[in-house]
């Protein structure tokens, strides 16, 4: 590869349109397939440990809140779950943007993996929603700064064009792995929890569910000596060639749209997600096909139904990967799966609520499929925009500034609206809030893509 000759960073140039590509895409050393393993392990279980509070939210509420709590207090600590851990990950997840660009993608990668299992696992002994809270937004702030790590990381690993898409893509892909384990964890859990050594004298099957967050750290402490900091990064720093990132470099003539749009749109990403995908598993209880049966009964329908969903994200990442590598405008890219959604949710949300039925098993699967896809999308154009020095920064600014901090608070704008929606039940109000802000979400995500820079997709910018 030869550096362009052009532009303020240099940058390995892709072959010529039409020519034969220097490397297979899968062709690759044993210490790339170790790379592209780990990468898949820390994002399925970033999934995992953002879904498990979808899951055991409302049984670990029903235990520890006092038994003449109302509905007000419940919905308020729901939205506090939700939120507050999203505003700490925002923070120390930039702060860990920083990291990154200072320190190393791999180091810090490894650290916040850990971070977030350790977290998730002692969420298993908590005794009050306050503690819960607090290990919450350790949780977060683990993932938060996983995503940025480990995207910069691949990216700057595999610099050529079609392997540098097709990995980041399909290794997002086990995101929705991560669902699919955790709802299965959760069904386990729930249907022989009564076989399990005691929690707190009891049983409850939340808090097994929470146990199982330990797991990704077991493999990434026995892998971790095997695996290379970013070739990029590394050269650069021994070199002292490294600029010191800046946040307010971010704010810079040559990154300032770059900065501001993908945060609005990272925002809106995450909030189709946290204001309506994750409130599926507090309707489906009260649909007239789920409240007839036992309470066990009912958590395993939601376990079942959240699996469909996640099926739907898995697919739906794959075929953001697969067409990441042969739809060169980005914009484009994103829209295919915008335009759909706009059409879908009032057809998977209101006609339900309106007409007090079930919601449908095959809209649950679609819009999992079209929402997750776009959080894949980020993973693999972020890395494309900014350089190296600043690489870490900025994708952290969007990611966790945008997606974690403004996008969740949808989450708490739904159980903030929600008692003022029509339906006549919790259930059908519910499905009405969270339909309408991920309508929302969807159209000013749509809108904001008309403003999105193209960027070059040659090679990995340095």
């Known amino acids: ?46 999934t995992y440990e953002l879904l498990v509070l979808t899951l055991i939210v409302r049984p ?31 923070i120390f997840g930039l702060l860990g943007g920083y990291l990154i660009d200072l320190l190393g993608r791999r180091r810090i990668l490894l650290w916040s993996i850990l971070l977030y299992g350790a977290c998730t696992f002692a969420t298993a002994y908590v005794t009050s929603p306050g503690q819960y809270l607090l290990l919450r937004c350790g949780t977060f702030i683990g993932v ?38 955790i709802s299965a964890a959760y069904y386990l859990a729930v249907t022989y929890s009564q076989r ?16 199982s967050g330990l797991i990704p750290a077991i493999p990434l402490i026995a892998l971790r000596p095997f695996l290379p900091e970013s070739p990029i990064w590394k050269r650069k720093k ?29 925002a809106c990403s995450y909030a189709g997600s946290f204001g309506m995908l994750q409130h599926f598993a507090r309707i489906i209880p009260g649909t007239p096909g789920v409240r007839v049966l036992s309470p066990a009964a009912q958590e395993q329908r939601v376990s079942a139904l959240q699996g469909v969903q996640e099926m739907g994200g898995l697919a739906g990442r794959l075929l ?12 484009r890219l994103l829209r295919l799966f915008q335009i759909p959604g706009l059409l879908l949710i009032p057809l998977v949300m209101f006609i339900p609520a309106s007409r007090g039925t079930d919601m449908s098993t095959a809209g649950i ?14 993973g693999n154009y972020l890395p494309l925009v900014y350089p190296t020095y600043l690489r870490g920064t900025g994708e952290a600014f969007a990611a966790n500034i945008g997606g974690r901090m403004l996008g969740t608070s949808a989450a708490l704008i739904v159980t903030s609206i929600v008692a003022f929606m029509p339906g006549g039940s919790a259930s059908r109000q519910l499905a009405y ?28 910018p340095d």
């Open 1 to 46: 590869m030869t550096p362009s000759p052009t532009g303020p960073h240099a940058t390995e140039v892709a072959p010529p349109q039409g020519a034969p590509a220097k490397v297979k895409i899968w062709q690759m050393t044993g210490t790339e397939w170790l790379i592209c393993a780990v990468a898949c392990i820390g994002f399925a279980f970033d």
């Open 365 to 378: 699967f679609a819009l999992g499929f079209l929402t997750v896809a776009q959080f894949s999308y980020w």
């Open 144 to 181: 938060s700064v996983e995503f940025v790590a480990a995207t910069a990381w691949l990216a700057e690993l595999f610099t050529h064009r079609e392997r540098r898409e097709a990995v980041i893509g399909y290794t997002q892909g086990f995101s929705s792995t991560g669902g699919l384990l």
């Open 196 to 211: 399990l050594p005691l929690i707190h004298g009891g049983h409850a099957a939340w808090r097994y569910t929470a146990l």
């Open 238 to 266: 021994a070199e002292g060639t490294l600029k010191r990132p800046s946040f307010a470099a971010l704010f810079h003539p040559a990154f300032r749209k770059t900065a501001l749009i993908t945060c609005l749109m990272m």
């Open 320 to 331: 953001m990967a697969f067409l990441a590598v042969y739809i060169f405008s980005r914009r």
């Open 60 to 90: 670990a509420l029903i235990e520890m809140l006092p038994a003449n709590s109302g509905a007000a207090v419940f919905n308020r600590w729901v939205g506090i779950l939700f939120y507050v851990p999203a505003i700490a990950g925002g």
């Open 433 to 460: 809030a969270a339909g309408s802000v991920g309508l929302l979400s969807y159209v000013v995500g749509f809108i904001g893509s008309f403003w999105l820079p193209e960027p070059s997709l040659d090679a990995t």
